[in-house]
């Protein structure tokens, strides 16, 4: 069996480097930013916790479970959000690439300012 193993393995990689998506062969390599991907799984743990919360408050319940349900849902989210930009056209990458990165600069634009204000709050009156 031990001399089973390589081969194996070898044609396991091979199978799995055969299914992998060629880049530049006509699709799009388009995916979400880092900084995008941990705002979209914040957004969406909030807004499972309040829902299983409510939940809870109807007589459901998820103890236990609240934390698996907001990763696999975080991640399903990310991996829709993954398969839609692979539908944008290889002539439009660019401009998607630049879109992203417009919508991280403006989303860190704002936390920044909140940030700033937070430590530098305006005088009243």
Avoid: W
């Amino acid at each position: 069996m031990k001399r089973m193993r390589f081969p194996l393995i070898l044609f396991a990689a091979l199978i799995l480097s055969a299914c992998a998506a060629v880049p530049g062969g006509g699709e799009s390599v388009i995916e979400l930013p880092g900084e995008l991907i941990t705002y979209l799984q914040l957004g969406v743990g909030i807004v499972v916790t309040f829902v299983l919360t409510e939940l809870a408050k109807r007589g459901f319940d998820f103890q236990g479970h609240k934390a698996q349900i907001t990763a696999s849902l975080a991640a399903a989210a990310v991996v829709i959000l993954n398969a839609i930009l692979a539908k944008v056209p290889v002539t439009y990458e660019g401009f998607a690439v630049m879109a992203l990165q417009v919508l991280v600069l403006i989303l860190g634009s704002f936390g920044l300012y909140k940030g700033f204000r937070t430590l530098y709050p305006k005088p009243q009156g």
